[in-house]
């Protein structure tokens, strides 16, 4: 509740407003059972009269239509408003946390909290402000005027009260848990159409859509048959709370019909006692549709504040270290990682050093450890064994800011964002030059294509860069990450869909580059490395060989056999 409370602050005079012009409304709503009353005990064959308490009906029903109207108008802005910092808020502490955390979550569950959930706190936060004050009042109101009419045929009224309380509370315990065990299963139909969107190519060239439609089926099912569920125990609410009604005024017109023969009563009394119990079951189930909602909403309201309480793993400092003189560029002494909940370690005991300019190739099988290896360096993840060192200084111990802009990482996954390949290659420097961003195309060797694009650096990007090829993306983000001119630049193998004389011109254009910048290429050619002047050979977490492509040729067996196999392929041209 506390970071509901938080967002619904500059929302004080809204929250006091809404709930207060429904009172107003409510006010209203109680005179009308008394003027009805008036008017049938005293208007009958008196014309003005009728007029006059007729007109007296209008101007109340009026005056509280505008007041509803006025009440929903700041019940909403403040519910708008509140949902709408929640998500501000939520997204912002998602973009802190760190890889572990975002693995350990998972993104259907984000994404989940960030539109669904958020959605139905917006409702609660609605349906409170308007009706936390105005159906209790109601109730309570209707209840005072019954006694006011008569104090024995109101016991009816607090009989019908008790047993649609009883049922309100019941029904409300048994759906309220399950409320939360719905959300839970739209993350699993989050998640899985999602995974089907992302990987709809993969889907059709394997032939497998109906497949997938089956298991979209299975869980789209569970979620339907528990929403059905807890929609069958909720639509008892209304005929249970009707029959109670029901009983409670057909006892009134009996016991009033008894009064209004005896004199005790007048007709439009027991009318009035007839509107007022009315008055209380509509209220009564507004009462048990706003429990509904709070239950859905602070389900929700606790699945969001499970992510905003979340803390990332990863403190960074504020003040750069000043780095070290004749100091490597990266060093690892002893390093290992495991990461949370896996059984065995992901890297084990590496020990390596690469000097300022060296080019650094890493290689291995698949599942070796390369990418787990070079993200170590940009502290995607914390080493939990050993110390990684840039320019002689922890990793650790550098602030975000300047660790993203010391190193520059291309992952293996080419992601480009809608807009323009201006507004994508500004991502690694807002205020670079249209030579700037040239010159990094050219180095990514990326420049002809976009130059034979009508609108050149403009030319548009579809989401995620489909007007483009995989080769086109991949050097897109290479350009990217050049324009922010890194000590330290990574190619998670981000060329794997260059061709080799592509692959090779841009191997060169790396190694002109003026700054000069520490490389490390991840890869599975050995003739994109072999010009490296050192290379990392990982197997099974482990390093098992470091040197240059000739001395690991001569010396470790597990680089020789890569490449043999790839030169028998025909993949071992320079």
Not at 8 to 21: C, D, H, I, Q, S
Not at 85 to 114: C, K, N, P, S
Not at 453 to 461: I, P, T
Request: proline letters at 3%; one cysteine or more; glycine letters at 10%.
């Amino acid at each position: 509740m506390k970071y509901l409370r938080q967002c619904l602050k500059g929302y004080g005079r809204e929250t006091v407003l809404a709930p207060l012009f429904k009172m107003l409304e409510a006010v209203f709503d109680l005179l009308v059972p008394a003027v009805i009353a008036r008017l049938v005990n005293e208007g009958i064959g008196d014309t003005g009269r009728i007029l006059r308490l007729g007109g007296v009906l209008a101007a109340m029903a009026l005056v509280g239509l505008t007041c509803a109207i006025t009440a929903q108008y700041f019940a909403a802005r403040a519910a708008v408003g509140s949902a709408g910092r929640l998500r501000e808020r939520l997204f912002a502490h998602i973009q802190r946390l760190g890889w572990g955390e975002m693995d350990t979550m998972g993104t259907a569950t984000l994404i989940t909290r960030m539109t669904s959930d958020v959605n139905q706190v917006q409702n609660g936060v609605n349906m409170f402000l308007r009706l936390f004050l105005r159906s209790p009042f109601v109730v309570g109101g209707a209840l005072v005027c019954a006694f006011l009419i008569d104090a024995r045929i109101s016991l009816i009224f607090v009989a019908a009260i008790a047993g649609m309380a009883l049922i309100v509370v019941g029904i409300m315990r048994i759906t309220s848990p399950r409320y939360r065990n719905i959300q839970e299963r739209l993350d699993r139909v989050t998640q899985l159409a999602r995974e089907n969107l992302t990987g709809v190519r993969v889907i059709r060239a394997f032939g497998m859509e109906e497949r997938e439609l089956e298991r979209f089926r299975e869980v789209n099912g569970h979620l339907k048959n528990r929403q059905l569920s807890v929609g069958r125990i909720s639509a008892l609410m209304n005929p249970l709370t009707l029959v109670v009604v029901n009983l409670g005024i057909v006892a009134l017109l009996r016991v009033g019909g008894t009064s209004v023969d005896a004199g005790g009563l007048r007709a439009g009394d027991v009318i009035a006692l007839v509107n007022y119990m009315s008055q209380i079951l509509v209220e009564l189930v507004k009462l048990a549709n706003l429990v509904v909602t709070l239950s859905r909403a602070l389900a929700s309201l606790q699945r969001v504040s499970q992510v905003l309480d979340t803390e990332p793993a990863m403190v960074f400092p504020s003040e750069t270290p000043a780095p070290a003189a004749q100091a490597p560029a990266v060093a690892f002494s002893g390093v290992g990682l495991a990461y949370p909940g896996a059984p065995l370690e992901s890297l084990s005991g590496i020990d390596f050093e690469a000097l300022p300019g060296q080019t650094v190739g890493v290689i291995g099988s698949t599942g070796s450890g390369k990418s787990t290896l070079v993200h170590l360096i940009g502290r995607f993840y914390d080493a939990t064994q050993g110390e990684v060192r840039l320019f002689g200084q922890p990793v650790r111990a550098y602030p975000r800011e300047e660790l993203r802009r010391t190193v520059s990482i291309v992952p293996q996954r080419a992601q480009l964002f809608s807009g323009t390949v201006r507004s994508n290659l500004l991502w690694g420097q807002e205020d670079a030059s249209d030579e700037e961003l040239w010159q990094a195309l050219r180095d990514a060797q990326a420049e002809s294509f976009v130059a034979g694009q009508a609108q050149g650096l403009d030319a548009r990007v579809e989401q995620g860069g489909r007007n483009f090829s995989g080769g086109q993306r991949q050097r897109l983000t290479i350009a990217r990450a050049l324009v922010r001119r890194p000590r330290i630049l990574i190619l998670d193998d981000s060329s794997s869909a260059l061709d080799y004389a592509t692959d090779a011109a841009l191997r060169k254009s790396l190694r002109a580059l003026p700054w000069h910048p520490t490389v490390f290429l991840v890869s599975q050619r050995t003739t994109s490395l072999r010009h490296a002047d050192c290379i990392l050979v990982l197997e099974d977490g482990r390093l098992a060989g470091k040197g240059t492509h000739d001395e690991l040729m001569a010396s470790c067996p597990i680089y020789r056999e890569i490449h043999e196999s790839q030169f028998q392929k025909g993949d071992a041209r320079a």
